[in-house]
C-alpha cells in the first residue's frame, strides 16, 4: 500500500500535476565576487539620452542644472549607485571624433548623427562633460573609442589627454581646456559592433586592428587601461571564438558581448499595449541569455582556462516600437512591468555567472530603449527598471552563493519557461540577500528555500509588482510603481517559505 502511494505521488509529480518551486541555498559555498560593474549604464548620442536627458546646457531657464547637467538625473542616479557609464555610443561611437568635443563651445564643429536620425550634433557635450559628470555620480567611465572611421593616432591621443599626467602635447591641451589632472579612465572599448555599424568586419580582420589599435593606447601612471574587445551578436560563437583565438591575452581584458529583447526586428511591438503573447516572446528572447552567456564562456573557457579575460554583456535590454508620435530614430519607449521583470531576470543570470560575467551596461540609460530614467522637459520619472536595479544593487561586490533551483513552469500555448529565476549573495556586513523574480503573467509562486550551511534569525524584504503587467509611471502618474515592504516570507530553523505574486521581483534580507 504504502509503495502504491510512492508510486503514484512520483507519477502526479512527473506529470506536473502538482507543481512545487523548490530552492537549495548553499550559504557556505560563496567562491566567486559580484562584481559592481554588473550594474553598469550606457548612454549614447542617441535621440533624446544626451541631450535632453542628460544634457541641457548652461543656464537653462526651467530646469536646475550643474555644469548643464539635470540635477534631478544627477540626484538619480547617485542614489541608483551606478558603478559605470559608457559614452558616446553605440554606433554612434564610431562616427565620433572626440577632438570636436572639447575647447571653446564657439569653435566646435556642428556634425550630422548619421545613425540616429541625420540630427544635428553640435558637440556642446564632450569629453570633459562626460568625465566631470562621472566624477559627480561616483562612476566610472566607459569610454567606446572609434575604431571604425578614426585613426590609432587619434585613440591614442585620447588616452594620453584623458590619463596623462606628465608634459605631452594631450596633457597640454587639456589643461589649456580647463583640466590639470587627468581623470585616468580605466575602461576602454575598441570600437563597438565591428561586425555591423561598427566597420561591418570580418572577426578575424577585426582581431588584426584590435592588435594595432592596442598596441598604441598605453597605460600611464598607475592607471592599467582595461581593454575591450567589440563582441558578438546574440549567437555568433564564431566571433567569440576568432578573438580568443587571434588576440594574445596580454593585450586583451574583455570581450562584449550584444543581446537584445526584441520580439521580431521587423515588428517589435509596442511598449505599453502589448498581449500575453508579445510578453511571453520578450522573456523567451531575454531568457536566452543564460544559453549566450554559458555558451559563450565555455569557448572563452577553452582558451582562457584561468578565466583571465572577461565576458562583458556591454549592451542588453528589451527593444519595442518608439512611442506613438515620436521620431523613428530615436528609441523612445515606456517601461512596464515587462520591463520590471526582464531586469529582474537578466540580473539574477549575470549574478550566477559571476566567475566570466563581470560587467554589464543596460541601454540605455534616460529616454532611450530600456531606460532607467525618463524626462519630459523639466519632469522626471523612475521607470520600474530603475525600481529593479536599485532593489538588487545590494548584491554589488557581495560574495555570490551557489544554489539549486526547481522551478514551476510558465506555459502558453505549447511553449515554456521557468517561471522563477533567483540569485543570492553574501555582503561584506554578513547580510544574505535572495533576489525572486516571478515572470509568470497568471500565477504566484510559492516557493520553499533550503538554507544550507548557515542560520538565520530574521528576515524583511522590498517587493515591486503591479495590478497589470503593462503598468507603468508616467509623468502624470510617477510613483505608480515603486517598491514597498514586502512581508510574505516565513523563516522556520532553516527553511524559508516564499510567495511571490505573478510579474513581480521581490528582494529578501537575511540576519
Ligand atoms: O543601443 C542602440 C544601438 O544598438 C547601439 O548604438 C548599437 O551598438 C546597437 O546596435
Redesign the pocket.
Known sequence: MKNLHLTLLLTIGSLGLFAQNQIVLNADLGKHTISKHIYGH?S?H?GRCIYDGIYVGQNNPKIPTVDGVRKDVIDALIKLKIPNLRWP????ADTYHWKDGIGPLANRPTIVNT?WGNVTENNSFGTHDFLNLCEKLGTEPYLSGNVGSGTVQELADWVQYTNFDGVSPMSKLRKENGREKPWKVRFWGLG??AW??GGNMKPEYYANIYRQYATFMTSTGNTRLYKIASGASDADYNWTEVLMRDIPHNMLDAVAL?H?SVIDWNKKGPSTTFSEDQYFTTMQRAYQMEELVTRHSNIMDKYDPNKRVDLIVD?WGGWYDVEPGTNGAF?YQQNTMRDAVLAGMTLNIFQNHCDRVKMANL??IVN??QAVILTKEEKMILTPTYHVMEMYNVHQEATMLPLTIQTNQYKLDNRQLPALTCSASKNKEGVTHISLTNIHAREAQEITIDLRGAKYASVNGRILTAATLQDHNTFENPEKIKPTAYNGATLSGSQLKVKVPPFSVVVLALK
Not at 89 to 92: A, L, S
Request: with cysteine; glycine share 16%; proline share 0%.
Open positions: 550606457f549614447e542617441l555610443g553605440g554606433c554612434f545613425w563597438n559592433e555591423g555599424c550584444h537584445y549592451e528609441l541601454a540605455q532611450v530603449l
